[in-house]
């Protein structure tokens, strides 16, 4: 493991984004694990910029969420899925279809959690 020290918020979410950024640029197919709360929104700023910028580009990217509220869609507010779409899928050019989150509202949590995890291997 690499611990990187940071000054500052700030500075730890440019440093991620880099991070981030070179592995898009050297895969631009590749798979990120992307995670949801206050912790990560600097983050996507700095994403989002770079993409607006044209310093990196988004469309062969496929993104994997690790969780969502069971009982809620992807369209009410406090889900995961929405604030992947509001804080960052929105504002890259992410093709949809690309963006992997569980399914809150699966009549089978189980059986979601096995066809998440199938997808997940089949990236």
Known sequence: MKIISTKNYDDMSRK??????AQIIL????ILGL????????????LIMQNRNGDVDFSGVHSVNLDEYVGLSGEHNQSYRYFM?????????????NTH??????ADAEA???RYESLIKEL
Do not use: M, W
Request: charged share 20%.
């Open 112 to 114: 979601e959690c096995i």
């Open 35 to 46: 995670a949801t709360g206050s912790t990560v929104e600097g983050i996507y700023k700095q």
């Open 27 to 30: 895969k631009h197919d590749c």
């Open 16 to 21: 991620a984004a880099n991070i981030l950024s």
């Open 101 to 106: 989150v569980p399914d809150g509202t699966a």
């Open 85 to 97: 779409e509001t804080n960052l899928f929105s504002q890259i050019n992410v093709h949809r279809g």
